[in-house]
């Protein structure tokens, strides 16, 4: 699997279905190659100083492609596109835990199964700026110093810094 930089015109050569990631005012683009048989995926995003996040399922079976606001998840079996989702603010990072797909933006956390379902979606009190496993459990820093421990299996947060519990509706 490699991405490498295109041009525009080599973006929109890509068959529409295959654009797995396009932005109306895009001013990057590049396509990543899943090999044979599925071949090329186009991307494009609007800003010039991010980078696309990948990462491949635990179980290899999927990738995981995310950049500026927008995120989706490619069957490596079949080529189809199992996730395309637009998302209300930024990007900050994809993490793979057991047989979940963990996605953090600015503002929210949202944990996905193998089969591309949300199993948890819930705001964040905070900024977010990064996460890290710790055992079985999601560590999600805040922009304030504060830091939430998210159990996936069990789907709450609970803080380090109050110890306070906040579950998800």
């Given at each position: 699997?490699?991405i490498s930089a295109i041009t525009e015109l080599d973006f929109y050569k890509?068959?529409?279905?295959?654009?797995?990631?396009?932005?109306?005012?895009?001013?990057?683009?590049?396509?990543?190659?899943?090999?044979?048989?599925?071949?090329?995926?186009?991307?494009?995003?609007r800003s010039d100083i991010l980078e696309p996040i990948i990462v491949r399922?635990?179980?290899?079976?999927?990738?995981?492609?995310?950049?500026?606001?927008?995120?989706?998840?490619?069957?490596?079996?079949?080529?189809?596109?199992?996730?395309?989702?637009?998302?209300?603010?930024?990007?900050?990072?994809?993490?793979?835990?057991?047989?979940?797909?963990?996605?953090?933006?600015?503002?929210?956390?949202?944990?996905?199964?193998?089969?591309?379902?949300?199993?948890?979606?819930?705001?964040?009190?905070?900024?977010?700026?990064?996460?890290?496993?710790?055992?079985?459990?999601?560590?999600?820093?805040?922009?304030?110093?504060?830091?939430?421990?998210?159990?996936?299996?069990?789907?709450?947060?609970?803080?380090?810094?109050?110890?306070?519990t906040r579950r998800s509706p």
């Amino acid at each position: 699997m490699q991405i490498s930089a295109i041009t525009e015109l080599d973006f929109y050569k890509i068959d529409r279905c295959r654009r797995v990631i396009s932005h109306d005012c895009a001013q990057k683009f590049a396509a990543i190659d899943l090999g044979v048989p599925l071949g090329c995926y186009g991307l494009s995003w609007r800003s010039d100083i991010l980078e696309p996040i990948i990462v491949r399922s635990p179980d290899c079976l999927t990738v995981w492609i995310g950049v500026d606001q927008q995120l989706a998840a490619i069957s490596l079996d079949e080529g189809r596109i199992i996730v395309a989702l637009p998302l209300t603010d930024y990007l900050v990072q994809i993490v793979a835990i057991a047989d979940v797909i963990a996605v953090l933006t600015q503002e929210k956390v949202l944990l996905f199964n193998a089969s591309g379902s949300i199993r948890f979606s819930d705001d964040l009190p905070d900024q977010g700026i990064g996460m890290t496993v710790e055992g079985e459990n999601l560590v999600i820093q805040m922009l304030e110093g504060e830091c939430l421990t998210l159990n996936p299996m069990r789907g709450y947060f609970q803080s380090m810094a109050a110890s306070t519990t906040r579950r998800s509706p």
